[in-house]
């Protein structure tokens, strides 16, 4: 397995526009692996919580539409 200091000298050497390509990649995996992870917290009701009290506290007139 690379060893994480090797791959940061390994993208760090990339020229521009490999390492244009690179970030872009990187951070579209990255947004995706978010993504999963938001969704399963949402499925699983892990954030249930947060709605309800945002709801309540709207409710109360706490805050306001947008």
Do not use: Q, T, Y
């Not at 949402?42 to 947060?50: H, N, T, W």
């Not at 506290?57 to 539409?65: I, V």
């Amino acid at each position: 397995m690379i060893k994480i200091r090797e791959l940061e000298k390994d993208v760090l050497s990339l020229p521009g526009k490999a390492f244009v390509r690179f970030s872009a990649w990187f951070h579209r995996i990255e947004a995706e692996k978010w993504d999963r992870k938001f969704e399963k917290d949402v499925c699983s009701g892990k954030l249930d919580r947060f709605g309800n009290k945002a709801l309540k506290d709207f409710a109360k007139g706490k805050c306001k539409e947008l």
